[in-house]
């Protein structure tokens, strides 16, 4: 399916950077995400019209942002906007995220 793979994740305005691995199994996408200084977690979320709807779900911290994107026409970049549900003092609370696809190794 087209979004199961590795994503490189770039959160702004933050600049903080991480993985998403995802796995897509027709409009429903599960994964697991790592982003810099430790944070760890699940996803979940659906894609549809080439609209994606991500979940983060941090391990420590619970439910903790969800992410908004349009899959480019390519298929390899997606880009839109998170909302963060953890209020902390003086971290941005919404901004703009893109992830694009690595490429696997049997692609090449």
């Known amino acids: 399916e087209s979004l199961t793979g590795t994503w490189d994740v770039s959160y702004l305005p933050s ?35 080439g609209k994606v709807l991500v979940h983060r779900i941090d391990s420590k911290l619970g439910r903790s942002s969800d992410l908004e994107g349009t899959l480019a026409p390519d298929g390899r970049t997606i880009r839109g906007t998170w909302q963060n549900f953890i209020l902390s003092g003086g971290e941005p609370t919404s901004g703009q995220w893109v992830a694009r696809k690595r490429q696997e190794e049997s692609e090449n």
């Open 15 to 49: 600049g903080d950077k991480g993985v998403f691995a995802l796995r897509q199994s027709g409009t429903l996408l599960v994964g697991e995400y790592t982003l810099e200084g430790g944070w760890k977690g699940s996803l979940q979320g659906t894609f549809v019209g």
